[in-house]
């Protein structure tokens, strides 16, 4: 990448969650090797979503410095594996120009699996490979950095790793026959570690292709592949998906999706089955989820960035509101989408009462937030300030994308 201007010094009119939010980011970033000293320590779902948050503070040069650090780390074998250099099998001249098209691994602790080796289901949560929902996340991250930007290279490495996982994750289990995904794969992406399907992976590619998609800065040549196909390939496995979920961090990535298939749309709302599909998983999961009394339960036997990720959902929920009732007729017009929203709006409070109570856990030091502290920590940041994960950049959407959500 060209070298960017460092960023600006903090002002003092900065409000208490952005400050708060970026004392958070910049303790990540010296504690896994962003700044200062210490070992890079790279885990790809974290890194996605610090990438966003830096964005969101200004701080392009720490964006910067941790975009090169995935490539570099998850984009290369571990030190622990018999095999070498990049992913992709890439000479060093092509992997700087073409980064992400061997994929990226997870970043776990312990080394994949071995091809003879029997599953254990617990320790497979510990080791390394490819998840799919989590390179999603790294392209979404990627996109923004290049709309925020300008730096045309990282929307192509968004666009080529969206290819390349696609290729990857995806088969027809006979001919003829419904398309799936592989929910894990080893690291090279030359077999799955787990095959069983990922409820919200397709519905992840499917939105975050029409992101890619969407983002086509004039004048620019070389944007990377069109995604024509992998548009088309997950519009069909995402028809065949049941979406609904109780888990909390689940539930807030349908709101999040939600939003940006609202700000991708430039068609009345009421006419993209996508959109209702979407909102009304999200608005039933959630009823679900409520209705077991989560918050009841001790804080020991709650995971905070699972809350957290619901968090961020729900403020992606004001401003799902904000965009539909534009065109408030077309949303009238669409009974079920309407209730459901209003379902949802009436439990936006909940996000603060979500950020309130694991930014006085982080505070206390309790031991069970330091056990996932840069995952929690990362994910309380963007609940503080969601604006550099859930907002998309209008200035850069072309309207192709949009003509091809009003068909799904």
Not at 44 to 49: C, H, K, P, Q, Y
Not at 184 to 213: E, N
Not at 330 to 337: E, F, I, T, V
Request: proline share 7%; charged share 20%; with cysteine.
């Amino acid at each position: 990448m060209a070298p960017h201007p460092a960023r600006k010094p903090p002002t003092s009119s900065r409000d208490d969650a952005t400050r708060t939010a970026a004392a958070l980011m910049h303790d990540f970033a010296l504690r896994t090797g962003v700044i200062g000293n210490a070992p890079p320590q790279r885990y790809l779902w974290t890194d996605a979503f610090a990438v966003c948050n830096f964005l969101a503070l200004g701080d392009i040069e720490c964006a910067e410095r941790l975009v090169e650090q995935v490539h570099a780390i998850l984009g290369k074998h571990r030190p622990d594996d018999a095999r070498t250099g990049w992913i992709g099998g890439m000479d060093d001249q092509t992997a700087r120009e073409h980064p992400t098209r061997g994929g990226l691994r997870i970043g776990k602790p312990l080394p994949e699996r071995a091809p003879d080796a029997l599953v254990d289901a617990e320790l497979e949560w510990e080791r390394d490979g490819q998840y799919f929902h989590y390179l999603t996340r790294w392209m979404h991250a990627l996109d923004q950095f290049s709309r925020c930007t300008g730096q045309a290279d990282a929307g192509r490495w968004a666009r080529e790793l969206a290819q390349s996982a696609h290729r990857a994750f995806t088969y027809a289990p006979a001919p003829g026959a419904p398309m799936r995904m592989y929910w894990k794969m080893r690291i090279d992406l030359s077999a799955p570690l787990v095959a069983s399907m990922g409820q919200h992976d397709p519905l992840d590619g499917l939105i975050t292709d029409l992101q890619l998609r969407a983002h086509r800065p004039q004048g620019r040549v070389g944007f990377g592949p069109e995604l024509d196909v992998e548009l088309r390939e997950m519009a069909a496995i995402v028809a065949g998906t049941n979406l609904a979920t109780d888990d909390p961090l689940g539930i807030g990535g349908l709101l999040v999706d939600a939003y940006r298939v609202a700000q991708l749309l430039r068609v009345r709302p009421g006419d993209n089955p996508l959109l209702g599909l979407v909102v009304g998983a999200a608005a039933s999961g959630l009823s679900r989820y409520l209705a077991t009394q989560p918050f009841a339960r001790p804080l020991a036997h709650r995971l905070a960035f699972r809350e957290l990720g619901l968090a961020i959902g729900l403020q992606a929920v004001t401003r799902l509101w904000c965009v539909l009732e534009r065109d408030a007729a077309s949303l009238d017009a669409q009974p079920g989408l309407r209730k459901a929203l209003d379902h949802l709006v009436a439990q936006v409070p909940l996000a603060r009462k979500l950020i309130d109570t694991w930014s006085d856990v982080e505070r206390s030091g309790d031991p069970h937030w330091r056990a996932h502290e840069d995952i929690n920590a990362v994910m309380l940041a963007t609940a503080l300030v969601p604006s550099g994960y859930i907002e998309l950049e209008a200035s850069s959407m072309s309207s192709a994308a949009s003509s091809s959500s009003s068909q799904l």
